[in-house]
């Protein structure tokens, strides 16, 4: 069975040093998304790709976060510089096309700000 | 804005006991609502979806839930709970026509009592 595949899984850092998230959608799926779940809550929108366009990033941080999607394939996460409230999981998901098609996500990278 | 109540933070119930969990939402239109779980270690997994149409809606892992329009509710229920349901387990509610952003409640995490 197919899966989005994310790394690492783990990620400690300290603060004010750069991050990157790796993610591998399920392959053929043209609509990826990046999500954040911070420890007790649901996870939240970051960004959300439509092949290699962003489609929504209403809810990125844009003075530190930024994500690509280069070949309408895999996309990389990347926080510069990392902050404290950064620590968190942060979840891929993928779906064959936008709307009302299932979500598929990945096990997520969970990352820990010192 | 669309938002999702999830009012239990923990519920703990025994093998092979009913379960309901609640799920209270607030949309203009009709919503398109979600229940995901995730397990530790993995990513979220989708139990089911309503869109439209009948307002019992069967998932996986024999879960089913209600849309009951009146109340704004969305519960899940499974007859029979299993020491493996055990898990944290998100409604959601698609935003817009297209329904492709989610958003998430904060989620119920479920524990079974041998």
């Known amino acids: 069975e197919a899966e989005v595949a994310q790394s690492p899984r783990y990620k400690i850092t300290e603060k004010s040093q750069a991050v990157a998230f790796w993610c591998d959608p399920i392959?053929?799926?043209?609509?990826l998304y990046w999500y954040r779940q911070i420890l007790g809550q649901g996870p939240e929108l970051l960004v959300q790709?439509?092949?290699?366009?962003?489609?929504?990033d209403s809810q990125l941080p844009k003075d530190r976060f930024s994500a690509e999607r280069l070949k309408g394939v895999d996309s990389t996460l990347k926080i510069q510089p990392a902050e404290l409230g950064d620590s968190a999981m942060y979840l891929c998901?993928?779906?064959?096309?936008?709307?009302?098609?299932?979500?598929?996500f990945g096990p997520g990278t969970r990352l820990l700000v010192l | 804005a669309q938002s999702v109540t999830q009012p239990d933070i923990h519920i703990t119930v025994s093998e092979g006991a009913s379960l309901e969990l609640r799920c209270n939402y607030s949309?203009?239109?009709?919503?398109?609502l979600f229940w995901y779980v995730q397990s530790p270690g993995q990513g979220l997994q989708l139990l089911l979806k309503?869109?439209?149409?009948?307002?019992l809606v069967q998932g996986i892992k024999g879960f089913e839930a209600e849309f009951k329009r009146s109340q704004s509710s969305f519960n899940l229920r499974k007859p029979s709970v299993h020491w493996s349901d055990a898990a944290e387990y998100f409604c959601a509610v698609g935003e817009g026509s297209s329904a492709s952003k989610i958003i998430f409640g904060s989620g119920t995490r479920l524990s079974i009592r041998p």
């Open positions: 392959s053929g799926h043209a609509t």
């Open positions: 998901a993928s779906s064959w096309t936008s709307g009302t098609e299932t979500q598929y």
């Open positions: 790709f439509q092949d290699e366009s962003v489609v929504d």
């Open positions: 949309y203009g239109a009709t919503p398109y």
């Open positions: 309503y869109f439209s149409g009948d307002t």
